[in-house]
């Protein structure tokens, strides 16, 4: 069964910084693996798409990597503003329709 | 840009009423979704749909539940006889591929059963 884990479960920095989160799979048989945004009541705002022959997916200031065989992603945000305050989550597409979700990573980023 | 729109935005019931949530996936898009997230616990799968039916369905998608496309453009989950368990925020969702789609979610339909 396909288990989803993020580290850290929360974080908090200073605006500026560079910071990494990491999301980790049980099943390395997936289709893709995508990150979301989710502001506080508010749905989920694809961030990037990595599909499983893809190593890594840039949009921005926001980089996403994949190594399917070790079962990690990381979700890297350059110079961090206070805008990308929210909770990233990320999910994978197995052998089925559905995604799968971690529990996400609640990001403070302080003025 | 194209997006899924949900309503309504919240919605308050009683125990045992029935409640019809409702979806706009994007035009171009053949399969749909319906998500769930109880406060402060991971989104969680409930039912994908193509070409006028189910294609998989969890464990917690119980006879309470169905999902319609009545006509052509909208998308509906059904609970028949809501129960406090079923409060969360259900989230619509849509692709245009099966395997290798990116999904795209509406804002959410936010449930409280009292």
């Known amino acids: 069964k396909q288990e989803v884990t993020q580290i850290p479960a929360a974080l908090s920095v200073p605006e500026g910084e560079n910071l990494v989160l990491n999301c980790s799979f049980t099943?390395?048989?997936?289709?893709?693996l995508q990150w979301f945004r989710q502001d506080p009541g508010k749905g989920l705002t694809s961030l990037l798409l990595i599909q499983s022959s893809q190593r890594e997916q840039t949009s921005g200031r926001l980089n996403a990597s994949l190594d399917k065989s070790s079962g990690r992603s990381t979700l890297y945000i350059a110079a961090s503003q206070p805008g990308d305050s929210a909770t990233y989550l990320c999910?994978?597409?197995?052998?089925?329709?559905?995604?799968?979700f971690g529990s996400g990573t609640r990001l403070l980023v302080r003025p | 840009e194209p997006e899924v729109t949900q309503t309504p935005s919240h919605q308050v019931t009683q125990m045992g009423q029935e409640v019809i949530l409702r979806c706009v996936p994007i035009s171009n898009h053949l399969y749909f979704y319906w998500y769930r997230q109880i406060l402060g616990q991971k989104v969680e799968f409930l039912v994908s749909f193509y070409n006028n039916e189910i294609s998989e369905k969890s464990e917690i998608f119980d006879d309470q539940f169905s999902v319609e496309r009545p006509d052509g453009s909208n998308f509906t989950l059904k609970i028949r006889s809501t129960k406090l368990e079923d409060s969360a925020m259900y989230f619509c969702?849509?692709?245009?591929?099966?395997?290798?789609?990116?999904?795209?979610f509406g804002e959410g339909s936010r449930l409280t059963v009292l």
């Open positions: 999910a994978v597409r197995t052998s089925s329709y559905k995604l799968i």
């Open positions: 969702a849509s692709s245009d591929n099966r395997y290798t789609g990116e999904l795209f």
């Open positions: 099943d390395s048989a997936i289709y893709n």
